[in-house]
């Protein structure tokens, strides 16, 4: 079976970024991306700030703000759709999202936007380091 020249020299089609005016809104402070969990983990510095979410048929989808639980009562009173992530388990998470379905979800992303340009301790998490894999002996 021969291939399609043009098919063999074709590019790989960038998958589109979920949510992109956060990219923009956070211009700034130099954000930088990467793919994570089939999502786009949003990075200013060396924190995680959002993951950005948008899968179909999925109840999870928005932005999700990388917190931790001593926050959530403050960062609610100024994003009020705040909540847990039901992919991540029952109970409260750390992480916390504002759902794409929610009224106020623009202007929530903006305003998280604008806490973390404002260097908001409450947003965002240094991730642990990796642990490296031991090599078995040779």
């Known amino acids: 079976m021969r291939r399609d020249p ?6 790989r089609k960038k998958k589109k970024i979920p949510f992109e ?3 923009d ?10 793919p994570m969990f089939g999502c786009i983990a949003v990075y200013v510095e060396e924190k995680i700030m959002f993951l950005l979410r948008d899968k179909k048929n999925d109840g999870d989808n ?3 703000v990388a917190t931790t639980k001593e926050h959530h009562d403050s960062l609610r009173r100024e994003l009020p759709s705040l909540r847990s992530i039901s992919v991540l388990g029952t109970g409260e998470t ?5 759902p794409v379905d929610s009224d106020d979800f623009e202007d929530s992303v903006l305003r998280a936007c ?4 404002g260097r908001d301790p409450r947003i965002g998490k240094v991730p642990s380091a990796k642990k490296k894999k031991k090599r078995a002996p040779r």
Not at 114 to 117: G, T
């Open 114 to 117: 604008a806490m973390v340009r």
């Open 6 to 11: 043009d098919e063999l020299f074709a590019t």
């Open 94 to 98: 750390n992480w916390q999202m504002i």
């Open 21 to 23: 005016f956060v990219l």
């Open 62 to 64: 928005g932005v999700w």
């Open 25 to 34: 809104e956070l211009d700034g402070v130099g954000p930088w991306t990467r």
